[in-house]
């Protein structure tokens, strides 16, 4: 059956799924956002649902002062006797664990696990626990290593090992362990998580080796697809579905301009085939690394579906887990239901690399449409609310409404590290704003509709400044949602009555 990736758009990094039965349950990376390491759940592979985040008491996890593309990286989710746990890294604290018998939570709290590496995964054999990252024994060499851990405090009982030192890809990481057919399974990721990335597999008879390289590797890559469609294929998990077929859940991405994405990397499926003892991307002529692919046939079960739009329950006082928010947030700035929700401003901004009032989710998709109203009277100098889509604290676009000293104005800035532009700024009266930003791959359109009238164009703005390969070193994605800023102590409310953000371009 014919299906398309991305399975999930937009920014959905380092991606990692376990099955229980019928049921699929894939998280990814969260980086700097809170709640953090979202949980998905799908019963035919192509159709995903968010049903919680892993991380949700900002009291058990530091993150005020998480840098941009720190925070939390690359989870992995396993199923064990009937507990899902779930262990991943806090850049700059260390590796966790979080566990819960229902993958849509509560989560525990988490247990730190005193290994260093990133890109942590759990292998469960024989009531045994076994922990596996890229630490290295060995300074200046690259390895995996392994050891058996207590689940309960984290405590190393056995090891570590060193396991694997990979094909000499550099970037070695993201390490998963399996037990196949007699084998035991290792699959890393090479290359560094850029236009080199890759997937590499190792096996061996014992659990701690010595493993082999497979003869074909790096089993995936799309570091020598001259189609430009599909780039950085790289850091997977391997799973068996319900029906015996097998898949490899994977990180990729989409170009919108050249060499350059905003959305970051997406979750992909590719699926695979077993020839002579490996793993075999089914797509793949015999002796020649496989390309993950934006069309794909597989042996689903079921046929994908369009993304509805998504709106959020404003009369309902409690968060739908599709919103996020920066580090740690203060939560008395936000106030949800009764048909509205309520921004108080802060005089904190994105340039402060802190927590500033902002609600957001990811952007679904290059073509999307993201639209708000809302009522906003400003108090002082400074004070600002509206729209934004953000990439990190020094690359962002915002459309509100702001008090400067000459009065209230409808505006439009855009924010790239030392470049900064208002390409649209006008007198604007009191009463409803509508805002909404369209989305393509090369440009956003801002327009605004003021008092229930029609929608009048504002501006453009090239999605290349927000470009993650623009940015530098950025691991996320462009996210979009409400703002709220003060320039001085304030009562101003942003109040919200609709927000909505689909997949597609909404025509005016």
Known sequence: MEYH???????????????????????????????????????????????????????????????????????????????????????????????????????????????GGIDPSLYFEDGKAYYCTNASLHPGLEEITLEEIDLSDGRILQGPYTVWSGIGGGFLEAPHIYRIDGFYYLMAAEGGT????????ARSEALFGPYEACPHNPILTNAHDTSK?????????????????????HLATRLSRRTMTHLGRETFLTPVVWENGWPRISCAPSALAAK??????????????????????????AWEPEWIFLRRPD????????????????RVTFQDKKSASFAAVRQPDFDCCIEAEFTFT???????????????????????????????VLFVEKNAEDFFQIPFCSPIEEGT??????????????????NGGPFQPLCSASTRFLAC????????????????????????????????VKEGLKEG
């Open 5 to 115: 990736n991305p399975v999930l758009k937009g920014f959905h990094p380092d991606p990692s799924i376990c099955r229980s039965g019928s049921d699929y349950y894939l998280v990814t990376s969260s980086f700097e956002y809170f709640p953090g390491i979202p949980v998905y759940h799908s019963s035919d592979l192509v159709n995903w649902t968010q049903i919680g985040n892993c991380v949700q008491d900002a009291d058990a996890f530091p993150m005020a002062d998480v840098k941009d593309s720190g925070g939390i990286w690359a989870p992995t989710i396993r199923c064990e006797n009937g507990m899902f746990y779930v262990t991943a890294t806090l850049s700059g604290y260390g590796n966790f664990i979080v566990s819960s018998p229902d993958p849509a939570g509560p989560w525990s709290k988490p247990v730190w696990v005193p290994v």
């Open 194 to 201: 850029n236009f080199n990335h890759m997937i590499t597999l």
């Open 229 to 249: 469609e599909v780039q950085c294929s790289g850091h997977g998990d391997l799973f068996q579905d319900h029906q015996g077929s097998w898949w490899i859940i």
């Open 292 to 317: 993950a692919s934006l069309v794909c046939n597989g042996p689903l079960w079921s046929a994908q579906r369009p993304v509805p739009a998504w709106k959020p329950d404003l009369n309902n006082s």
């Open 331 to 346: 939560f008395s700035h936000y106030q949800k239901g009764g048909g509205s929700l309520k921004l108080i401003p802060s």
């Open 378 to 408: 400003p108090e002082c100098i400074g004070d600002e609310a509206g729209l934004a889509v953000l990439l990190a604290s020094d690359f962002h676009y915002r459309a509100g409404k702001r008090r400067t000293p000459s009065g209230n």
């Open 433 to 450: 704003v509508r805002l909404r930003i369209r989305g393509q791959k090369e440009f956003y359109f801002f327009e605004a509709a003021l």
């Open 469 to 500: 390969e623009g940015a530098g070193k950025c691991f996320t994605g462009v996210v979009a949602g409400l703002y709220a800023f003060a320039g001085g102590p304030t009562g101003a409310v942003m109040d919200v009555t609709d927000f909505e």
